[in-house]
């Protein structure tokens, strides 16, 4: 989205290198086509909204690209090929990752239209363990009563209570290296 308008971009496409601070440091990311995107635009009214991915070590990302820029969309549209694709990929993934481990990081940054810019950034060392993390703080936003019953993206006003937001973070948080949000 960009000034309100549905933009179709190639995916996996404008690199862009960000810093994602202590122990993560600069990293490669690119243009993908996430839920969150039109949800974020929607739900908060933000005119202008992209989402980027990337991961480590760099030759997934090549790999990545060389699958978006070369295989026939329909193929990569294709639910069925796409799963036996990950099912035979994920056993060499686990093995690249017990050797350079599974840390996941998150940045937001949020342009105001007078220039200002807010930062939000989440570094774990354990992709697995703060998944964990952040479901059960879900689960129990759920028990308490946070969210109104059924399934919602966190920024649709169903999702999460705005006062409750605040606990949810900082349970979803719980052993990151780095988290950070500027206001």
Do not use: Q
Not at 12 to 34: C, E, H, P, T, W
Not at 64 to 78: G, I, K, Q
């Amino acid at each position: 989205m960009i000034k309100g308008s549905e933009i179709k971009l190639k995916p996996y496409s404008g690199a862009r290198n960000i810093d994602f601070g202590k122990g993560i440091g600069k990293k490669y990311v690119y243009l993908m086509n996430l839920p969150e995107v039109k949800s974020t635009h929607k739900n908060l009214g933000l005119p202008t909204v992209h989402a980027l991915f990337g991961s480590d070590p760099f030759i997934w990302n090549w790999g990545m690209e060389t699958f978006a820029n070369f295989l026939p969309s329909d193929l990569l549209r294709d639910k069925n090929v796409t799963l036996k694709f990950a099912e035979c990929v994920d056993p060499f993934i686990r093995v690249i990752d017990g050797i350079v481990g599974e840390r996941v990081a998150m940045r937001i940054d949020l342009e105001s239209s007078n220039g200002h810019t807010t930062t939000g950034l989440f570094a774990h060392n354990n992709l697995s363990v703060s998944v964990g993390y952040a479901a059960a703080a879900f689960a129990l936003a759920v028990l308490e009563g946070s969210t109104k019953p059924g399934v919602w993206f966190p920024e649709e006003p169903e999702g999460i209570a705005i006062d409750a937001r605040k606990l949810l973070l900082r349970r979803a948080s719980r052993g990151v290296t780095n988290f950070t949000m500027n206001k």
